[in-house]
């Protein structure tokens, strides 16, 4: 079992940036690709960004490409996303999740651990 606890949400300015961490406990960070998910009130989950096992490869929805950026540190055990240029429309519930293996997803139902998450509000 992984326990993941997302931290660094909170309430922003259109423009402004956020980081996001998620701390991960249990098993071996290191054998888990790692992704970052958003839910709006009222919106499904949705993809945002994620990182694989050794941090070297990356991606990102569209909608955040050029802002948000993913990184991972395997000695601390953390997830990161870096997200610039913040809008209203990334106002939602950030969650991280992970995946044991090689390969990575974009889908929700394909990861098996999640955080509890952290609300990001950007205000215009």
């Known amino acids: 079992q992984v326990q993941l606890v997302e931290s660094g949400g909170g309430l922003m300015q259109a423009g402004g940036s956020l980081r996001l961490s998620c701390a991960a406990s249990?098993?071996?960070?290191?054998?888990?690709?790692m992704g970052w998910f958003r839910q709006a009130p009222g919106k499904e989950r949705e993809f945002v960004s994620v990182?694989?096992?050794?941090?070297?490869?990356?991606y990102y929805a569209d909608s955040v490409k050029g802002r948000f950026t993913i990184s991972r540190d395997n000695a601390k055990n953390t997830v990161y996303l870096q997200m610039n240029s913040l809008k209203p429309e990334d106002t939602a519930v950030y969650y991280c999740?992970?995946?044991?293996?090689?390969?990575?997803?974009?889908?929700?139902?394909?990861?098996?651990?999640w955080g509890q998450g952290t609300q990001v509000t950007v205000s215009s």
């Open positions: 990182i694989n096992r050794s941090g070297g490869s990356t």
């Open positions: 999740a992970g995946r044991y293996g090689t390969s990575w997803t974009t889908i929700v139902g394909e990861y098996d651990f």
């Open positions: 249990g098993r071996t960070f290191s054998n888990y690709a």
